[in-house]
């Protein structure tokens, strides 16, 4: 599975954003897909997980001003960000998560989102 990430850029607090992450490769494996983040000198975090079978989880931080979202025709998850705060500024990270034998992860190669004046 390979995931391409893109959308992130400069906006103000308040602003919006929307994230795209195109899928590619044996998706039909994927069970749950989610958007992290990783702020400068911070772990990296959940943001937004949305499973197959339709259920949405999202961090506390961003309830209510985040929306996760698939497109199954066009194999793309989007993270619609709006009423951005300065404290969402991180590389974000789309995830897809194969649930087998064992569990794998995979990872696109994050885009930069920065919220300043």
């Known amino acids: 599975v390979q995931l391409q990430a893109s959308g992130g850029g400069l906006v103000q607090p308040g602003g919006s954003l929307r994230l795209s992450c195109a899928a590619s490769?044996?998706?039909?494996?994927?069970?749950?897909w989610g958007w992290y983040r990783q702020a400068p000198g911070k772990q990296r975090e959940p943001v937004a997980v949305?499973?197959?079978?339709?259920?949405?989880n999202y961090a506390d931080s961003v309830k209510g001003r985040f929306t996760i979202s698939r497109d199954n025709a066009k194999n793309t998850v989007y993270l619609q960000m709006n009423s951005l705060k300065p404290e969402d500024t991180a590389v974000y990270y789309c995830?897809?998560?194969?649930?087998?034998?064992?569990?794998?992860?995979?990872w696109g190669q994050g885009t930069l989102v920065t919220v300043s004046s």
């Open positions: 949305t499973t197959n079978g339709g259920s949405t």
């Open positions: 490769g044996s998706i039909f494996s994927i069970s749950t």
């Open positions: 995830n897809a998560v194969h649930y087998g034998m064992t569990r794998r992860d995979y």
